[in-house]
C-alpha cells in the first residue's frame, strides 16, 4: 500500500506512527572516520552512553558502508537504531552537544525504504500532492541522490504535479539516505528536525580565546566533574588562557600558571590569578593564591610535554588536590600507537596509589597523536 503525503506530512500522525515503534532512527555523517570511530567508543561504554547520550543515545549504533560516492568522501555514516528519545529531542541534544561539531549532517528516518531511485521516484510520483503551504528541504546522502531528488524526482516529475522545494523558506524536510545497493531510507520530518552545522567550526566555545577550549569542555563533560561552591582550579600552562577561561565560568578561583602572557580577556576576569613562574618554582606563590585553608578541586594541564614528563611536572602539585579531587591531563604521544600501548597501567604506574578511576581517552577534540587522562584522588 503507497503511503499518503496527507499521513507522512502531518506532524501528529507522523509522531504517532514514529512511536509505535520506538523513536525512529537517526544516521548522522560524521566528518572523518577516526571521528566516527571515537564517537561509537563513547557509546560502546555504558558509564559514558547514558552521560553523554540523551536516554543513552539509541539501541544499537551501526557504523554504515557508503555507497555511490565518486570520489569516496571522507565523510562516515553511523545508524543510531531505535533512539532512546524522541527525534526532536534528539536533535535538540545534538545543537548543544559538544560532538556537533564532529557531525556534518543528521538524517531523521522511520520505516520509508525505496529499493532503488526509480523506486524512490515511483513512491513519490503516487503520493498525493500535499497542500500548497508545504515547501521542502531535500537533504539526502550521497551528494548524487541529493541531487537526482532535486533535478529529476523534483525536475522532472513532481513540481509539475504542485510539490514545491526551497532551500531557506521550507515548511517539511525530506531525508534522504543510500544505505545499501538496494535499498534508500527515507522520510517527511517537519522543519524543526533538521540540524544544522555551527557555522563556524572552529567556535567550540563561545567568545574563546584559542582552539583548545573546547578539548577541555568535553573533557569536563565527559568526566563527568561537578564544580563545588568556592571550588579551586589549577591550570598548568595556561597561556594563552583558553583552559583558564572555560574553568572560570564554573570554579570560584583559578590558578593560571605559565611563564608567558595570557589574553588580555582572560586577565580581566575577576576569579583568575596569574602566576608567571614555571610550577615547580611557584610553590609557595600557588598556596598564598589557593589559600592556607583550601584544598584544589581540579588540576588540569595540556602542555607539549611527554606523559612522563608531565607527571613528574605535576607531582608537587598532586598533594594539594582534595579527596575525589581531579586531573585532567592532555597526553601527547610521539610515536604511532606504540607508546599508547598500556597506557592506563603506566599512568597509574606515575601516579602512584593515591589516585584511583583512571581512565585514557580518545575525545573528539584530541589529535591522531593525543589522549586525554582523567583520575580521582582518593
Given at each position: 500500500?503507497?503511503?499518503?503525503?496527507?499521513?507522512?506530512?502531518?506532524?501528529?500522525?507522523?509522531?504517532?506512527?514514529?512511536?509505535?515503534?520506538?523513536?525512529?532512527?537517526?544516521?548522522?555523517?560524521?566528518?572523518?572516520?577516526?571521528?566516527?570511530?571515537?564517537v561509537i567508543l563513547y557509546h560502546?561504554?555504558?558509564?559514558?552512553?547514558?552521560?553523554?547520550?540523551?536516554?543513552?543515545?539509541?539501541?544499537?549504533?551501526?557504523?554504515?558502508?557508503?555507497?555511490?560516492?565518486?570520489?569516496?568522501?571522507?565523510?562516515?555514516?553511523?545508524?543510531?537504531?531505535?533512539?532512546?528519545?524522541?527525534?526532536?529531542?534528539?536533535?535538540?541534544?545534538?545543537?548543544?552537544?559538544?560532538?556537533?561539531?564532529?557531525?556534518?549532517?543528521?538524517?531523521?528516518?522511520?520505516?520509508?525504504?525505496?529499493?532503488?531511485?526509480?523506486?524512490?521516484?515511483?513512491?513519490?510520483?503516487?503520493?498525493?500532492?500535499?497542500?500548497?503551504?508545504?515547501?521542502?528541504?531535500?537533504?539526502?546522502?550521497?551528494k548524487s541522490l541529493e541531487q537526482?531528488?532535486?533535478?529529476?524526482?523534483?525536475?522532472?516529475?513532481?513540481?509539475?504535479?504542485?510539490?514545491?522545494?526551497?532551500?531557506?523558506?521550507?515548511?517539511?524536510?525530506?531525508?534522504?539516505?543510500?544505505?545499501?545497493?538496494?535499498?534508500?531510507?527515507?522520510?517527511?520530518?517537519?522543519?524543526?528536525?533538521?540540524?544544522?552545522?555551527?557555522?563556524?567550526?572552529?567556535?567550540?566555545?563561545?567568545?574563546?580565546?584559542?582552539?583548545?577550549?573546547?578539548?577541555?569542555?568535553?573533557?569536563?563533560?565527559?568526566?563527568?566533574?561537578?564544580?563545588?561552591?568556592?571550588?579551586?582550579?589549577?591550570?598548568?600552562?595556561?597561556?594563552?588562557?583558553?583552559?583558564?577561561?572555560?574553568?572560570?565560568?564554573?570554579?570560584?578561583?583559578?590558578?593560571?600558571?605559565?611563564?608567558?602572557?595570557?589574553?588580555?580577556?582572560?586577565?580581566?576576569?575577576?576569579?583568575?590569578?596569574?602566576?608567571?613562574?614555571?610550577?615547580?618554582?611557584?610553590?609557595?606563590?600557588?598556596?598564598?593564591?589557593?589559600?592556607?585553608?583550601?584544598?584544589?578541586?581540579?588540576?588540569?594541564?595540556?602542555?607539549?610535554?611527554?606523559?612522563?614528563?608531565?607527571?613528574?611536572?605535576?607531582?608537587?602539585?598532586?598533594?594539594?588536590?582534595?579527596?575525589?579531587?581531579?586531573?585532567?591531563?592532555?597526553?601527547?604521544?610521539?610515536?604511532?600507537?606504540?607508546?599508547?600501548?598500556?597506557?592506563?597501567?603506566?599512568?597509574?604506574?606515575?601516579?602512584?596509589?593515591?589516585?584511583?578511576k583512571v581512565k585514557i581517552l580518545?575525545?573528539?577534540?584530541?589529535?591522531?597523536?593525543?589522549?586525554?587522562?582523567?583520575?580521582?584522588?582518593?
Open positions: 500500500m503507497v503511503a499518503t503525503t496527507e499521513a507522512l506530512l502531518d506532524n501528529g500522525a507522523s509522531e504517532s506512527r514514529i512511536s509505535a515503534t520506538g523513536f525512529g532512527d537517526c544516521i548522522l555523517q560524521i566528518q572523518s572516520p577516526l571521528l566516527a570511530h571515537r560502546q561504554d555504558d558509564e559514558l552512553r547514558y552521560r553523554l547520550f540523551p536516554g543513552g543515545g539509541a539501541e544499537q549504533v551501526i557504523h554504515l558502508e557508503k555507497y555511490d560516492d565518486v570520489p569516496p568522501a571522507r565523510n562516515e555514516l553511523l545508524l543510531f537504531k531505535n533512539l532512546a528519545v524522541s527525534q526532536i529531542d534528539f536533535k535538540r541534544w545534538l545543537e548543544s552537544s559538544f560532538l556537533r561539531f564532529s557531525i556534518t549532517r543528521a538524517y531523521f528516518l522511520d520505516g520509508l525504504e525505496a529499493t532503488s531511485k526509480n523506486d524512490l521516484l515511483c513512491q513519490l510520483s503516487q503520493m498525493e500532492v500535499p497542500p500548497k503551504e508545504d515547501l521542502f528541504r531535500v537533504v539526502a546522502y550521497p537526482y531528488i532535486i533535478n529529476q524526482i523534483f525536475g522532472d516529475h513532481l513540481l509539475d504535479k504542485g510539490w514545491d522545494i526551497h532551500p531557506l523558506d521550507y515548511t517539511k524536510t525530506l531525508f534522504a539516505v543510500n544505505c545499501s545497493p538496494t535499498c534508500i531510507r527515507y522520510s517527511f520530518r517537519p522543519a524543526a528536525e533538521l540540524f544544522l552545522t555551527p557555522s563556524d567550526g572552529h567556535a567550540r566555545v563561545a567568545g574563546q580565546t584559542c582552539k583548545a577550549s573546547g578539548k577541555l569542555t568535553e573533557a569536563l563533560c565527559v568526566s563527568g566533574f561537578e564544580p563545588r561552591k568556592r571550588g579551586v582550579a589549577i591550570d598548568v600552562g595556561a597561556a594563552p588562557g583558553g583552559w583558564t577561561q572555560v574553568l572560570a565560568e564554573t570554579m570560584d578561583t583559578v590558578v593560571a600558571i605559565d611563564p608567558a602572557a595570557l589574553h588580555a580577556d582572560v586577565l580581566a576576569l575577576t576569579n583568575v590569578v596569574h602566576i608567571r613562574q614555571q610550577s615547580q618554582a611557584a610553590t609557595e606563590e600557588i598556596i598564598a593564591a589557593v589559600g592556607q585553608d583550601k584544598t584544589i578541586d581540579l588540576l588540569v594541564c595540556d602542555i607539549n610535554r611527554h606523559p612522563e614528563e608531565m607527571i613528574s611536572i605535576l607531582k608537587p602539585l598532586l598533594g594539594m588536590l582534595r579527596s575525589g579531587g581531579m586531573i585532567i591531563l592532555t597526553l601527547k604521544y610521539r610515536g604511532k600507537g606504540k607508546e599508547k600501548a598500556g597506557g592506563v597501567e603506566k599512568l597509574k604506574e606515575e601516579l602512584g596509589p593515591g589516585f584511583h580518545w575525545l573528539t577534540a584530541n589529535t591522531e597523536n593525543e589522549r586525554t587522562a582523567v583520575a580521582r584522588k582518593k
